[in-house]
């Protein structure tokens, strides 16, 4: 309820009169003038309340007459009445009805009852309450009620003088407040500043208002009364403290500091009073020196009063924070004062509570950096801001030094508990536990031996003190132990804190400006205010020598967790302003502090030292103190969490990590992570120490170069505790996450950080040189990290990154280079998958980039980095393999760039690498691109590691050969189009266009580099590659061959073609002929491939045969081209040289490819054929039109058709050859060289050796020779228009030395089957087919061909004497088949019975149907005929084969039997007369041969045999006695000869074996005979000498007949019962035998031509025979019969001769 409503007014009216009731009451009997005053005061109060409406305003009016009763109650000093009157003045004043007169003599009335001592509280309550309520107490009334609670407050009483004490406070308060209210009041009023004349009359103050000159007045006499001087308003006084002064100075300063800075009259009095007292009263802190005796001084020196000192710190404290812009001068007085008080010399309270005092300020940077504007930053004046920070480092260092122990005024020194420090500790200041060193888990700093325990002395950012507040306090405390390095500690951190936020919020502020400045101009640049800066910079540079001073110690000594958190986050922030300030050394000097912090103690580490070096130099001198910066010592007692290896080129121990350690080593971590942007160059500081760190962790390197816990590899392994494993992998993580937030680095940031990171690379590569111990892969990891997640600005930092990265990949140290390699792959791979902006595919520039690296890889020698860079390569085809375009190049060139030394292991993965671009990404490359991947495929073919690769690569240049046909039209498009490109640049530059195989089309060129490769490929020292590149170029060229243009087939022939030939030929001839021995593990060589020779001849043939097929198959092509004849020679001549090569499967295969290339007939004459052709070859059909040989655009390159005709692409010609000489002749031509080269080969290949058979080893195999005849028919039907004798010489001469060769004994059972068959070999039925090709052509030829029989026959006759005379080879020994040894190199006589035999056959067939030629007979064939036949047949039975007489015989027989009547027909012309001789000779021979039957003859077979002579006696009888007429005289003469002598062959009397066996020849005998006899009888003779001849034969065996039988009658009659010799009897069976003949041939002649003297000797056989009839023999007597029987027609004698007889 408000003082003014009805009802408060209705309540205090009430009230008064109850009052003054009491009064009246009260005063009744004592005090009656009292009584009446309180009763008129209640009529008074009526009538007041009666007449006015406003009663408060009425009461106020009267107030004086209304207070009147009161007063006079309180002057009667009855207590009672004196405290009901206090109590209803104070309701009066509370209701605010009291004016100033009243209030004037209320005053009086108090002052009176003050001086009696009467109710000191309620007075003083009545006093407050009066100012407090209303402002109508002023001037000297006011100034009396002041005095007035003084004076109260210097009573006996305690509670009296604490109760006034307050009162004053709030008095002087109220004071100031009013004059603050009043200038509320007129602060919208401009008045006349008043002039000022000089500062003469000091209380001239009659321009100010009247609470403001109230309140100046006190002030006044405030100064006045500390400084013990008489108040000028405050009359009265009687006692006063200057403690409670300056408390009063210091509240009215604190409270109303507007007061002062906006009225200069009390500027004034700040300047001119407090200052000059506070200056004077701390004189005796100032002077005073602990420990100095008072008789070392002249004069005794006050000594420093705790209160006094402590208020006055108060009050300075007040004065610097509100005023220091009035009082810059002071405040440097202030603030040196203050500093020296932390001298070490000053006693230990005035030192705790100066270093409180600091602590305020510390946590005021604004005030901080006005000092620093006002003092340090201008000329000659005192550096005040940085005093005050290294008077703090070297007050918290001078706790760490134990003072003298000789002083005993040493209050609380913090020497481990001893002396008085021990007191003050027991005495339990704030946060102690007792005597240090009881409670080890207490806070507390330790350093060399002393130990300071550390408390919770304020919230951080407020100053809150302990000991500037102690005002009860008289003596001066005891300060605990470790109370002030609290203080101090505090007072740094806040003092950083407090810079560094204010500092960066205006950096922020400023950067904000500048962003939006920017955005607003953006043509302009951003220009700041200097000034600022300036003033960062000189704080920054006043304070961090002193700070890091400090705070290293600290660092150092300290023992708690927080407080090294709160270090490291202050060493922290301050590097962080220095970096973003760009102060460079302060930057460098904090980040080495922490980074030494992280490393174990006297850690080695060259960058560190060298950094320190710079600055650990300086020492601040601070009034005489040096502040050394201290380097850490090593007996911190902390807990060790690791034990690992440091990071040196020497082995060392072991060094030991602690929990500090690691904590400092994340706030390393975290200054890298928030702060990279301005560490610049320190990054190699950060990384450094990093980098030892994460070794001595035991941290490795993991994927994408993420560490993890791993194991050391060498030396006494990490030990970690649990403490630290569970940290480790935050750890790993943060370092992680450090380098990934480089993302967010600028780039010039980034810069500095790839810098660090190789420069550490560098060192630890130096270290890890020459040994193979584990090297730090650090560096080397976060380069990976750092490139990874910086790849959307990858071009920036990818030279400097991959060209270290390649660097690292060259060290020896395998672990080192491992990474680099993994490193740099790695960055490529994530490179060129990342999302570039463009894309990669659009910026060709970047993706090269991002290859070239790769391809460097391939120049190191490392198998380990490259087998790293293809695995990445084929990882890269994988994942990018689509989108490499411009890029194939390159990664086509790391696939290729493989050597022979890098081990198979490499080459496969490089292989699989190449297969897959090949399966793949044929159709994704650039066409440009295909030539290298056949150079890299065919690489992959030379290279010797791995043969199955080598294989496999030319199985990949088929399906690349493929994918060209398939995508013919594609890639020549996209090629030419490149071409036309390349030919206009190489034209601007005036240059030619180079590329191998330059005139042709590009897809041409393409085609000419896959067979050029393949040729490489084909002349490989291994076989099987050369097999397999020989097979697949053969199979390209002829499944691919048409797309090529015809130009370009010359260069395949000559280049590649050609090329190939001559490399194989002059490999082969030059191969070794030493034996290879098994190829190595257990694989088995087979016999004919166990040299190296025999290895290329299989190349040899394959080739040969491949270009032999392509020019068979290519024909067409190929005869359009100028210089096919040439071709076609150089061809025929590679054949031949293989054909006479040392070599069987060579020549052979020559010869193959010879019959291939001869069974091309000329081209094809139908126009169906020849458009399918030119489809095939891809020629429109519009050209293959007969174009007339002028025809427009047809280019006459000369009037020679020939010439025309080869060289002309297009055109009828080609269709269908005019029936000209031109293409016979070029025909002929070509079977011509054909024919010379086949001749050549026969030749030199059939050639028997000169020399002694051992020096000669080759000799050309059977199927060679047999080919090579075969060859032949197939020529000849080319060439026989022109076929000459001489040329069928030159046939002969082979056909001859073919036969002849003979053939090696262990080829034998292959070629010949076993002897008893009589089979001709193919070689003999090859020589045969030619000679009847021959004769077959001359037959149906014209007549002059026909001269050629006789030769043939020539030729077969030689073949037939084989048979009894094998041919000779040279002088070879050659055994006879059936002797030779299977398993010795000897050499064999074929069996040539069965050939000879075949080549007598044709001879009969040829001469049956040429007997009547001219030339036959003219070249007497019919006697060469015979003259051969009359070796078997003379030999017969010792004839090579039985056969071989036999069919001799017959062929005779069927010879003559066609050649007889030619001969007699052409009897008078003499061309047969050498003949006859030759016949008679060659039927002796036979009749009547040398050689003996074989034992094992059978009877039977005997007989056939004698029937073949009996056939030929046959033929004597019918061919030629009948036409004797017609035939020479000796001929018959001999024939006649002949005959007799085989009727009578029994004549010889001895009794031989031969006898025996020929005596059985009895049916032959009886017709020799009867032929005989027939002839003698049945012709009319002609000559008396024939007649004779014949009768002298009869007489001759009758007559032998005669002794036979009578000598056998004998014998038998002498014999006995025994048997005679087997002969005799046979002979006595011929003799019988041939009588019954002779009487069979008596009975048929014509009796007349029969000489008598015959008749006489047969009859007399008759006796004779009859006497025969009694042997035993039933043989004898079966022939006895037969004898006997015709003589039974000599019984009856003819009637004529008896006749004859009689007369």
């Known amino acids: 309820m408000s003082t003014s409503s009805p009802e408060a007014v209705k309540k205090l009216l009430e009230n008064m009169q109850t009052d003054l009731r009491s009064l009246s009451m009260e005063c009744k009997k004592k005090f009656p003038p009292v009584k009446e005053a309180a009763e008129s005061g209640i009529v008074k109060i009526k009538t007041i309340a009666a007449r006015n409406t406003d009663i408060l305003a009425a009461l106020k009016e009267n107030s004086s007459e209304v207070v009147q009763p009161f007063l006079m109650g309180c002057g009667t000093k009855e207590p009672k009445i004196t405290q009901l009157c206090l109590a209803a003045i104070q309701r009066l004043m509370s209701h605010e009805v009291v004016s100033e007169a009243a209030a004037g003599n209320i005053i009086n009335m108090l002052w009176q009852l003050m001086e009696n001592g009467l109710e000191e509280l309620k007075l003083l309550q009545t006093v407050l309450v009066l100012l407090t309520t209303n402002t109508v107490v002023h001037d000297e009334v006011l100034s009396k009620a002041i005095v007035l609670c003084f004076r109260l407050h210097f009573t006996k009483d305690n509670i009296t003088n604490n109760t006034a004490a307050a009162t004053v406070r709030q008095v002087v308060t109220v004071v100031f407040e009013r004059m603050v209210a009043e200038d509320e009041r007129f602060k919208g009023i401009v008045e006349q500043p008043p002039s000022v004349q000089g500062n003469t009359n000091r209380r001239s103050v009659s321009t100010l208002r009247p609470s403001a000159k109230d309140a100046y007045m006190l002030f006044q006499d405030l100064c006045q009364l500390v400084n013990a001087d008489a108040p000028y308003w405050l009359v009265g006084m009687t006692e006063m403290t200057r403690t409670f002064g300056l408390e009063l100075l210091e509240s009215v300063l604190n409270d109303f500091p507007g007061v002062f800075l906006q009225h200069q009259e009390f500027s004034f009095l700040l300047k001119e009073r407090v200052c000059p007292l506070v200056i004077k009263l701390f004189s005796p802190n100032i002077k005073f020196r602990q420990g100095s005796s008072s008789a070392a001084s002249p004069a005794p020196v006050e000594k420093p009063y705790f209160p006094i000192c402590m208020r006055l710190l108060r009050v300075v404290s007040v004065l610097i924070k509100h005023f220091y812009s009035l009082l810059v001068t002071e405040c440097e007085i202030f603030l040196s004062l203050l500093v020296k008080f932390l001298d070490g010399e000053k006693p230990q309270w005035l030192r705790a509570v100066a270093v409180e005092s600091v602590h305020r300020l510390c946590v005021q940077p604004h005030l901080l950096r006005s000092f620093c504007q006002s003092y340090d930053m201008k000329q000659h004046s005192t550096k005040v801001f940085r005093d005050i920070v290294n008077a703090l480092g070297s007050f918290i260092q001078s706790l760490f030094i134990v003072p003298n122990a000789g002083n005993p005024a040493v209050v609380g020194a913090p020497a481990g508990g001893s002396g008085s420090g021990a007191q003050g500790t027991a005495q339990g200041g704030p946060g102690t536990g007792g005597v240090s060193g009881i409670l080890t888990s207490q806070a507390a700093f330790e350093y060399r031996g002393t130990w300071i325990p550390l408390m919770t002395v304020s919230v951080q950012g407020s100053a809150k003190a302990t000991y500037l507040e102690m005002l009860d306090k008289v003596e001066p405390p005891s300060i605990p132990e470790g109370y002030a390095m609290s203080v101090a500690f505090s007072a740094l951190l806040d003092l950083v804190r407090g810079i560094t936020s204010m500092i960066e919020r205006e950096l922020a502020v400023e950067e904000e400006a500048a962003a939006e400045f920017r955005e607003t101009h953006p043509d302009q640049g951003w220009q700041p205010q200097p000034g600022a800066h300036l003033v960062w910079e000189e704080m920054v540079s006043a304070c961090w020598c002193g700070l890091l001073a400090a705070l290293s110690l600290l660092l150092d000594a300290s023992t708690d967790e927080t407080a090294t958190e709160n270090i490291l986050k202050a060493e922290l922030t301050m590097a962080s302003l220095c970096g973003r300030l760009g102060l460079v050394t302060p930057r460098d000097a904090f980040i080495t502090a922490i980074c030494k912090a992280s490393l174990p103690p006297h850690y080695a580490l060259t960058v560190l030292s060298s950094n320190a070096a710079n600055f650990s130099s300086k020492a601040y001198s601070i009034q005489g103190h040096s502040v050394q910066i201290i380097s850490p010592s090593s007996e911190s007692h902390q807990q060790v969490v690791a034990v690992g290896q440091p990071l040196t080129s020497q082995p060392q121990g072991t060094v030991v990590l602690t929990a500090k350690n690691i904590q400092c080593m994340r706030t390393l971590l975290n200054l890298a992570h928030c702060h990279g942007a301005v560490l610049g160059t320190s990054w190699q500081l950060v990384l450094a120490t990093l980098q030892h760190l994460v070794w001595i962790l035991g941290l490795k390197p993991g994927m994408g170069g993420a560490l993890k816990p791993g194991r050391a590899v060498e030396g006494p392994s990490t030990v970690l505790t649990t403490a630290v494993m569970t940290d480790l992998p935050i750890i790993a993580n943060i370092l992680s996450r450090l380098f990934e937030s480089s993302q967010y680095l600028d780039d010039v940031s980034l810069h500095h950080l790839i810098n660090a990171l190789c420069s550490l690379s560098l060192e630890a590569m130096e270290m890890a040189y020459g040994n193979n111990k584990e090297p730090s892969l650090f560096a080397v990891a976060k380069l990976l990290e750092t490139g990874l997640v910086n790849m959307d600005r990858i071009e920036i930092l990818w030279r400097p990154l991959t060209g270290h990265l390649l660097e690292v990949c060259q060290h020896p140290n395998s672990r080192m280079r491992e990474w680099g390699a993994e490193a740099l792959t790695a960055l490529i791979k994530a490179g060129l998958a990342?999302?570039?902006?463009?894309?990669?595919?659009?910026?060709?520039?970047?993706?090269?980039?991002?290859?070239?690296?790769?391809?460097?890889?391939?120049?190191?020698?490392?198998?380990?980095?490259?087998?790293?860079?293809?695995?990445?390569?084929?990882?890269?085809?994988?994942?990018?393999?689509?989108?490499?375009?411009?890029?194939?190049?390159?990664?086509?060139?790391?696939?290729?760039?493989?050597?022979?030394?890098?081990?198979?292991?490499?080459?496969?993965?490089?292989?699989?690498?190449?297969?897959?671009?090949?399966?793949?990404?044929?159709?994704?490359?650039?066409?440009?691109?295909?030539?290298?991947?056949?150079?890299?495929?065919?690489?992959?073919?030379?290279?010797?590691?791995?043969?199955?690769?080598?294989?496999?690569?030319?199985?990949?240049?088929?399906?690349?050969?493929?994918?060209?046909?398939?995508?013919?039209?594609?890639?020549?498009?996209?090629?030419?189009?490149?071409?036309?490109?390349?030919?206009?640049?190489?034209?601007?530059?005036?240059?030619?266009?180079?590329?191998?195989?330059?005139?042709?089309?590009?897809?041409?060129?393409?085609?000419?580099?896959?067979?050029?490769?393949?040729?490489?490929?084909?002349?490989?020292?291994?076989?099987?590659?050369?097999?397999?590149?020989?097979?697949?170029?053969?199979?390209?060229?002829?499944?691919?061959?048409?797309?090529?243009?015809?130009?370009?087939?010359?260069?395949?022939?000559?280049?590649?073609?050609?090329?190939?030939?001559?490399?194989?030929?002059?490999?082969?001839?030059?191969?070794?002929?030493?034996?290879?021995?098994?190829?190595?593990?257990?694989?088995?060589?087979?016999?004919?491939?166990?040299?190296?020779?025999?290895?290329?001849?299989?190349?040899?043939?394959?080739?040969?045969?491949?270009?032999?097929?392509?020019?068979?198959?290519?024909?067409?092509?190929?005869?359009?081209?100028?210089?096919?004849?040439?071709?076609?020679?150089?061809?025929?001549?590679?054949?031949?040289?293989?054909?006479?090569?040392?070599?069987?499967?060579?020549?052979?295969?020559?010869?193959?490819?010879?019959?291939?290339?001869?069974?091309?007939?000329?081209?094809?004459?139908?126009?169906?054929?020849?458009?399918?052709?030119?489809?095939?070859?891809?020629?429109?059909?519009?050209?293959?039109?007969?174009?007339?040989?002028?025809?427009?655009?047809?280019?006459?390159?000369?009037?020679?058709?020939?010439?025309?005709?080869?060289?002309?692409?297009?055109?009828?010609?080609?269709?269908?050859?005019?029936?000209?000489?031109?293409?016979?002749?070029?025909?002929?031509?070509?079977?011509?060289?054909?024919?010379?080269?086949?001749?050549?080969?026969?030749?030199?290949?059939?050639?028997?050796?000169?020399?002694?058979?051992?020096?000669?080893?080759?000799?050309?195999?059977?199927?060679?020779?047999?080919?090579?005849?075969?060859?032949?028919?197939?020529?000849?039907?080319?060439?026989?228009?022109?076929?000459?004798?001489?040329?069928?010489?030159?046939?002969?001469?082979?056909?001859?030395?073919?036969?002849?060769?003979?053939?090696?004994?262990?080829?034998?059972?292959?070629?010949?089957?076993?002897?008893?068959?009589?089979?001709?070999?193919?070689?003999?039925?090859?020589?045969?087919?030619?000679?009847?090709?021959?004769?077959?052509?001359?037959?149906?030829?014209?007549?002059?061909?026909?001269?050629?029989?006789?030769?043939?026959?020539?030729?077969?006759?030689?073949?037939?004497?084989?048979?009894?005379?094998?041919?000779?080879?040279?002088?070879?020994?050659?055994?006879?088949?059936?002797?030779?040894?299977?398993?010795?190199?000897?050499?064999?006589?074929?069996?040539?019975?069965?050939?000879?035999?075949?080549?007598?056959?044709?001879?009969?067939?040829?001469?049956?149907?040429?007997?009547?030629?001219?030339?036959?007979?003219?070249?007497?064939?019919?006697?060469?005929?015979?003259?051969?036949?009359?070796?078997?047949?003379?030999?017969?039975?010792?004839?090579?084969?039985?056969?071989?007489?036999?069919?001799?015989?017959?062929?005779?027989?069927?010879?003559?039997?066609?050649?007889?009547?030619?001969?007699?027909?052409?009897?008078?012309?003499?061309?047969?007369?050498?003949?006859?001789?030759?016949?008679?000779?060659?039927?002796?021979?036979?009749?009547?041969?040398?050689?003996?039957?074989?034992?094992?003859?059978?009877?039977?077979?005997?007989?056939?045999?004698?029937?073949?002579?009996?056939?030929?006696?046959?033929?004597?009888?019918?061919?030629?006695?009948?036409?004797?007429?017609?035939?020479?005289?000796?001929?018959?003469?001999?024939?006649?000869?002949?005959?007799?002598?085989?009727?009578?062959?029994?004549?010889?009397?001895?009794?031989?074996?031969?006898?025996?066996?020929?005596?059985?020849?009895?049916?032959?005998?009886?017709?020799?005979?009867?032929?005989?006899?027939?002839?003698?009888?049945?012709?009319?003779?002609?000559?008396?000498?024939?007649?004779?001849?014949?009768?002298?034969?009869?007489?001759?065996?009758?007559?032998?007949?005669?002794?036979?039988?009578?000598?056998?009658?004998?014998?038998?009659?002498?014999?006995?019962?025994?048997?005679?010799?087997?002969?005799?009897?046979?002979?006595?069976?011929?003799?019988?035998?041939?009588?019954?003949?002779?009487?069979?041939?008596?009975?048929?002649?014509?009796?007349?031509?029969?000489?008598?003297?015959?008749?006489?000797?047969?009859?007399?056989?008759?006796?004779?025979?009859?006497?025969?009839?009694?042997?035993?023999?039933?043989?004898?007597?079966?022939?006895?019969?037969?004898?006997?029987?015709?003589?039974?027609?000599?019984?009856?004698?003819?009637?004529?001769?008896?006749?004859?007889?009689?007369?």
């Open 834 to 1703: 990342y999302k570039h902006d463009p894309p990669l595919a659009q910026n060709q520039r970047l993706q090269l980039l991002l290859l070239n690296p790769l391809k460097e890889l391939s120049n190191v020698l490392h198998a380990d980095i490259r087998q790293k860079q293809l695995e990445s390569v084929l990882q890269i085809l994988q994942s990018q393999g689509d989108s490499l375009g411009p890029g194939w190049p390159l990664v086509l060139g790391v696939i290729g760039a493989i050597r022979n030394d890098q081990g198979e292991s490499l080459i496969r993965t490089a292989f699989q690498c190449l297969q897959l671009v090949v399966t793949d990404f044929l159709p994704t490359m650039p066409c440009t691109c295909l030539q290298i991947v056949v150079d890299v495929a065919g690489s992959f073919g030379l290279q010797n590691q791995e043969l199955n690769i080598s294989l496999t690569s030319i199985g990949l240049l088929w399906n690349i050969s493929d994918y060209f046909f398939q995508r013919g039209e594609a890639i020549t498009q996209e090629l030419e189009r490149e071409e036309e490109a390349l030919q206009k640049q190489a034209q601007e530059k005036g240059e030619t266009l180079n590329r191998p195989f330059h005139p042709a089309p590009p897809f041409d060129c393409l085609w000419l580099c896959l067979y050029a490769k393949l040729g490489e490929l084909c002349v490989d020292p291994r076989p099987a590659v050369r097999k397999s590149a020989g097979q697949t170029l053969f199979s390209t060229i002829a499944a691919h061959g048409t797309l090529l243009q015809q130009p370009t087939w010359h260069v395949v022939v000559w280049k590649v073609l050609f090329h190939l030939l001559d490399c194989v030929r002059t490999s082969s001839t030059t191969a070794d002929k030493e034996k290879i021995e098994s190829g190595g593990g257990n694989i088995l060589i087979h016999h004919s491939r166990d040299t190296a020779e025999k290895q290329w001849a299989e190349t040899w043939v394959l080739t040969l045969a491949g270009v032999a097929r392509i020019f068979n198959t290519r024909r067409y092509l190929l005869q359009q081209l100028g210089d096919f004849f040439e071709a076609w020679e150089v061809l025929l001549n590679h054949i031949q040289s293989a054909a006479l090569s040392k070599n069987n499967e060579v020549s052979l295969a020559a010869l193959k490819s010879f019959q291939e290339i001869l069974q091309i007939g000329t081209p094809v004459k139908d126009s169906d054929k020849a458009g399918d052709e030119f489809a095939a070859m891809g020629v429109p059909p519009v050209l293959i039109d007969p174009l007339s040989a002028s025809g427009p655009g047809r280019p006459l390159v000369r009037s020679d058709s020939l010439v025309e005709r080869l060289t002309r692409y297009n055109g009828a010609e080609l269709q269908a050859p005019p029936p000209g000489e031109e293409s016979a002749l070029e025909d002929s031509a070509l079977w011509w060289s054909a024919w010379n080269t086949w001749y050549r080969t026969g030749t030199d290949s059939t050639r028997p050796p000169s020399g002694p058979a051992e020096k000669f080893s080759f000799i050309p195999s059977q199927p060679f020779l047999t080919a090579l005849i075969q060859i032949f028919p197939a020529l000849y039907q080319h060439i026989k228009a022109n076929f000459s004798m001489e040329d069928l010489k030159k046939l002969g001469v082979i056909l001859h030395g073919a036969v002849s060769v003979p053939i090696s004994s262990d080829a034998s059972p292959f070629i010949l089957p076993s002897f008893t068959e009589a089979v001709l070999t193919s070689l003999q039925e090859a020589v045969l087919t030619s000679l009847d090709v021959l004769q077959k052509a001359i037959c149906v030829g014209p007549e002059n061909l026909q001269v050629m029989y006789p030769a043939i026959f020539e030729q077969l006759l030689l073949f037939v004497e084989f048979s009894c005379k094998p041919p000779q080879y040279g002088r070879m020994e050659t055994k006879h088949v059936a002797n030779a040894k299977y398993n010795q190199a000897e050499w064999v006589a074929l069996n040539y019975v069965p050939f000879a035999e075949r080549s007598l056959e044709v001879v009969v067939d040829l001469y049956h149907k040429t007997a009547c030629h001219k030339a036959v007979i003219n070249e007497k064939v019919l006697q060469n005929i015979i003259k051969t036949l009359r070796m078997p047949l003379g030999l017969k039975y010792a004839c090579p084969s039985e056969s071989t007489w036999k069919l001799a015989v017959s062929s005779l027989l069927k010879v003559l039997s066609i050649g007889l009547p030619v001969a007699r027909q052409h009897a008078s012309s003499g061309k047969f007369d050498t003949m006859w001789p030759e016949l008679a000779n060659a039927f002796e021979d036979f009749l009547f041969t040398k050689s003996t039957p074989p034992d094992n003859l059978s009877i039977q077979e005997f007989q056939k045999n004698e029937a073949v002579d009996v056939e030929v006696v046959q033929l004597i009888s019918t061919e030629i006695l009948p036409f004797a007429n017609f035939i020479p005289k000796d001929f018959v003469g001999q024939i006649m000869t002949m005959l007799n002598r085989g009727s009578i062959h029994s004549q010889s009397p001895s009794f031989t074996e031969a006898e025996i066996d020929v005596r059985m020849r009895e049916e032959f005998s009886k017709v020799c005979f009867e032929t005989l006899l027939q002839f003698s009888f049945s012709n009319k003779v002609s000559t008396p000498q024939e007649g004779y001849i014949s009768r002298m034969a009869l007489s001759v065996l009758l007559k032998r007949s005669q002794d036979v039988l009578r000598r056998y009658v004998e014998d038998e009659r002498l014999s006995g019962r025994c048997p005679l010799p087997r002969q005799q009897v046979t002979e006595i069976i011929f003799v019988l035998k041939a009588i019954s003949t002779l009487m069979d041939s008596l009975k048929k002649t014509q009796p007349e031509n029969v000489d008598g003297n015959t008749w006489a000797q047969v009859i007399a056989l008759y006796p004779t025979l009859v006497e025969c009839i009694t042997c035993s023999s039933s043989e004898v007597s079966s022939a006895l019969k037969e004898a006997l029987g015709p003589f039974k027609d000599f019984m009856q004698p003819p009637l004529s001769r008896v006749q004859n007889g009689e007369s």
